[in-house]
């Protein structure tokens, strides 16, 4: 095994006596995309901020392209492409223009930020966007410029907060076209990302975060092998029948929850539960059977969904 390009060990990060990031421990490899998944407030972006060399660590250790961050950061950041949460485009400027300005910052030469932008405006399909002012571009559009920016300078580490908050579907599958692009081309990705679509459809691994934690690792594969059954059971029910059907179901499955607005059975055989259901007279008004999912994953660890 290669030495790891980021390496964390007792990572916190502390804001006063909130502890955001709680003694974490991990290795991301070169040419991996890794995710950090959780929902808002799990400690995720305070985690990139300290990769990033924005924010100090508190305590513990970590190693970023084999340095310290402390008494490295420029070197890091001329070494990566960073895609905060929100996009901060320069709204006056041209699409080209906010390119060439991240070039410049990190003294790249100009005629090679105008090669590099041709190459970029083509990957992020903003070709025909290069002369437009940014304040008028769609969601999508923005959002893919502000992922061509942090390419610029032709990073060895890509570090992406929450990529597709706030874009429509159609938005989000085009973006993950993007960067599946990037990983098959052998860049290395930081993804956080409270999506769980999106951390099984783009990441190699990942970490499921919780409260400052690190409470499980592993691929998608891995950790819904691990902590969930095969198939699940969706039941809904109408008002006032819920409470009934759950004191019916004792047993029925390897495992339940029971949510707000619905009842989730964890089982490795959909169709054999069905039969149960029916056997002890329990009549949900809606059942849907599907795979088992990171979300579920995320409900066993912590005893809540992803999406706070």
Same mark, same amino acid.
């Given at each position: 095994?290669?030495?790891?390009?980021?390496?964390?060990?007792?990572?916190?990060?502390?804001?006063?006596? *909130?502890?955001?990031?709680?003694?974490?421990? *991990?290795?991301?490899?070169?040419?991996?995309?890794?995710?950090?998944?959780?929902?808002?407030?799990? &400690?995720?972006?305070?985690?990139?901020?300290?990769?990033?060399?924005?924010?100090?660590?508190? !305590?513990?250790?970590?190693?970023? *392209?084999?340095?310290?961050?402390?008494?490295?950061?420029?070197? #890091?950041?001329?070494?990566?492409?960073?895609?905060?949460?929100?996009?901060?485009?320069?709204?006056?400027?041209?699409?080209?223009?906010?390119?060439?300005?991240? %070039?410049?910052?990190? /003294?790249?030469?100009?005629?090679?930020?105008?090669?590099?932008? @041709? !190459?970029?405006?083509?990957?992020?399909?903003?070709? @025909?966007?290069?002369?437009?002012?940014?304040?008028?571009?769609? &969601?999508?559009?923005?959002?893919?410029?502000?992922?061509?920016?942090?390419?610029?300078? /032709?990073?060895?580490?890509? #570090?992406?907060?929450?990529?597709?908050? %706030?874009? /429509?579907?159609?938005?989000?599958?085009?973006?993950?076209? =993007?960067?599946?692009?990037?990983?098959?081309?052998?860049?290395?990705?930081? #993804?956080?990302?409270?999506?769980? /679509?999106?951390?099984?459809?783009?990441?190699? =691994?990942?970490?499921?975060?919780?409260?400052?934690?690190?409470?499980?690792?592993?691929?998608?594969?891995?950790?819904?092998?691990?902590?969930?059954?095969?198939?699940?059971?969706?039941?809904? *029910?109408?008002?006032?029948?819920?409470? @009934?059907?759950?004191?019916?179901?004792?047993?029925?499955?390897?495992?339940?929850?029971?949510?707000?607005?619905?009842?989730?059975?964890?089982?490795?055989?959909? !169709?054999?539960?069905?039969?149960?259901?029916?056997? =002890?007279?329990?009549?949900?008004?809606?059942?849907?059977?599907?795979?088992?999912?990171? !979300?579920?994953?995320?409900?066993?660890?912590? &005893?809540?969904?992803?999406?706070?």
């Amino acid at each position: 095994m290669t030495t790891p390009l980021v390496q964390a060990r007792g990572l916190t990060k502390r804001f006063g006596d *909130f502890t955001a990031v709680d003694a974490v421990d *991990f290795d991301i490899q070169e040419g991996e995309a890794f995710g950090f998944l959780g929902p808002n407030g799990a &400690g995720k972006t305070s985690t990139m901020k300290m990769i990033t060399t924005v924010s100090p660590i508190t !305590e513990g250790k970590l190693s970023v *392209f084999g340095v310290d961050p402390m008494t490295n950061g420029r070197a #890091i950041r001329q070494r990566i492409g960073v895609v905060p949460q929100e996009d901060n485009l320069d709204l006056e400027l041209t699409v080209s223009e906010n390119l060439y300005i991240y %070039g410049r910052y990190h /003294d790249m030469r100009k005629a090679d930020i105008n090669t590099r932008i @041709e !190459e970029l405006l083509d990957f992020a399909q903003l070709s @025909e966007r290069k002369d437009s002012q940014v304040e008028p571009l769609s &969601g999508g559009m923005k959002r893919r410029l502000t992922i061509a920016r942090a390419l610029i300078n /032709d990073p060895d580490l890509i #570090i992406l907060d929450e990529p597709t908050t %706030g874009l /429509d579907p159609q938005a989000r599958h085009l973006l993950w076209d =993007r960067l599946y692009r990037l990983k098959r081309e052998g860049a290395t990705l930081i #993804i956080t990302t409270h999506y769980m /679509d999106e951390a099984e459809q783009l990441c190699d =691994r990942l970490v499921v975060m919780d409260q400052g934690k690190i409470v499980a690792e592993g691929s998608p594969r891995q950790l819904i092998q691990r902590y969930a059954p095969r198939e699940v059971v969706e039941l809904r *029910f109408s008002d006032g029948d819920k409470d @009934e059907a759950v004191l019916k179901m004792d047993g029925l499955a390897s495992r339940s929850e029971v949510l707000a607005d619905r009842i989730l059975l964890y089982t490795d055989d959909a !169709e054999d539960t069905q039969t149960g259901l029916h056997s =002890r007279g329990i009549n949900p008004e809606q059942v849907l059977v599907r795979r088992s999912t990171l !979300e579920d994953v995320f409900l066993r660890l912590t &005893g809540r969904g992803l999406i706070d």
